[in-house]
């Protein structure tokens, strides 16, 4: 890393990530490059360890696999400890409020992780805590995740710039994550939903400002196939994410002509990749044939938010 890098690593020590607007394009290429080196780090066996005799929270309001078995891990790796702190467990869960809690657990640890259902209860935390607070997930946003997606699409590219990424089905809070990273980073980005289930306008907005700087494309289309003409990297997630789960029926409906399945996909370029931050539903959201196809990246995707991960809690916490 020449002194530029390490100069945007610097800048980043003790903020938040609540999504990635919150920093600028060369601080997310900063944490690409970092997490890429890392990952070669740990594939070589070498020692990195900056955050010994650090604790990391995280507070879980929903299920995981990944975040919660990747930030552990991650921090394990980085030398420091991860503790996990099940809404129901703490007092969160019994009314104490975001406030009072950020501020009793900036007393003990160096980070906090939070997934949430409302938004504002990530950015609440963030505000009264006196140590970084990183979303992983919340109803708006999943940034971690794509910055995992983007080293993956990075890794196998070789570049972000002029990319074209289309995302297919719920305008939710990975299309918003996306939508807004890849725009940041430069790339075309697509979206294909069924009406009632469009991405956030305030979002689109906020993501068509930031094209203007970055000369980023956006298309919000109604035509999955509009959606995927060409593209580099095919996005999809599931019909009924966590919360929504008692309209999975109605959402079957609705997005019966979004699944990403080989016709879909016969628009995208012969080399694109195909993602999605799993859990997945085979039949569903994507054909069997597509997830477990030889486009697919979804276990690179998945390796990745360790990498990702580790290289944001050894920039914020250190
Ligand atoms: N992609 C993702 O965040 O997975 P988990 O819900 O398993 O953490
Ligand atoms: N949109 C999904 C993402 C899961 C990682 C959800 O919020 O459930």
């Known amino acids: 890393m020449d002194l530029t890098q390490q100069a945007h690593g610097h800048a980043l020590k003790g903020r938040d990530l609540v999504e990635l607007t919150d920093y600028t394009t060369e601080e997310i290429q900063y944490l690409l490059d970092l997490a890429i080196e890392l990952k070669r780090k740990q594939n070589t066996k070498e020692i990195f360890r900056p955050l010994e005799g650090k604790t990391l929270g995280m507070i879980f309001e929903k299920s995981s696999t990944r975040t919660r078995v990747s930030f552990e891990v991650g921090m394990f790796q980085l030398g420091g400890h991860a503790l996990f702190l099940s809404k129901n467990d703490i007092q969160l869960g019994r009314g104490e409020t975001i406030a009072d809690t950020a501020g009793v657990l900036s007393r003990y640890l160096d980070g906090i992780m939070i997934r949430t259902f409302g938004h504002e209860n990530v950015t609440e935390l963030a505000k009264y805590a006196d140590i970084p607070v990183i979303n992983a997930l919340s109803d708006l946003g999943h940034p971690c995740q794509v910055l995992a997606d983007l080293q993956t699409i990075q890794e196998h590219k070789?570049?972000?710039?002029?990319?074209?990424?289309?995302?297919?089905?719920?305008?939710?809070?990975?299309?918003?994550?996306?939508?807004?990273?890849?725009?940041?980073?430069?790339?075309?980005?697509?979206?294909?939903?069924?009406?009632?289930?469009?991405?956030?306008?305030?979002?689109?907005?906020?993501?068509?400002?930031?094209?203007?700087?970055?000369?980023?494309?956006?298309?919000?289309?109604?035509?999955?196939?509009?959606?995927?003409?060409?593209?580099?990297?095919?996005?999809?997630?599931?019909?009924?994410?966590?919360?929504?789960?008692?309209?999975?029926?109605?959402?079957?409906?609705?997005?019966?002509?979004?699944?990403?399945?080989?016709?879909?996909?016969?628009?995208?370029?012969?080399?694109?990749?195909?993602?999605?931050?799993?859990?997945?539903?085979?039949?569903?959201?994507?054909?069997?044939?597509?997830?477990?196809?030889?486009?697919?990246?979804?276990?690179?995707?998945?390796?990745?938010?360790?990498?990702?991960?580790?290289?944001?809690?050894?920039?914020?916490?250190?």
Request: net charge negative; aromatic share 6%; with cysteine.
């Open 158 to 318: 070789g570049a972000l710039r002029g990319k074209k990424l289309a995302y297919v089905g719920d305008g939710n809070n990975m299309a918003h994550s996306l939508l807004l990273g890849g725009v940041k980073m430069g790339m075309d980005v697509s979206i294909a939903s069924p009406e009632g289930y469009e991405s956030d306008a305030e979002i689109v907005r906020q993501a068509q400002e930031i094209a203007s700087e970055t000369g980023s494309k956006i298309a919000i289309v109604r035509d999955a196939r509009e959606a995927v003409e060409n593209a580099d990297a095919v996005y999809t997630d599931v019909w009924a994410s966590m919360g929504f789960e008692e309209e999975q029926k109605v959402r079957e409906q609705a997005f019966k002509d979004y699944q990403v399945n080989e016709e879909l996909v016969s628009g995208a370029k012969a080399d694109y990749l195909f993602l999605h931050c799993l859990p997945a539903h085979r039949g569903e959201e994507v054909s069997a044939g597509v997830i477990d196809g030889r486009n697919s990246v979804i276990f690179d995707e998945a390796e990745n938010r360790l990498h990702a991960q580790k290289a944001v809690m050894a920039t914020l916490m250190a």
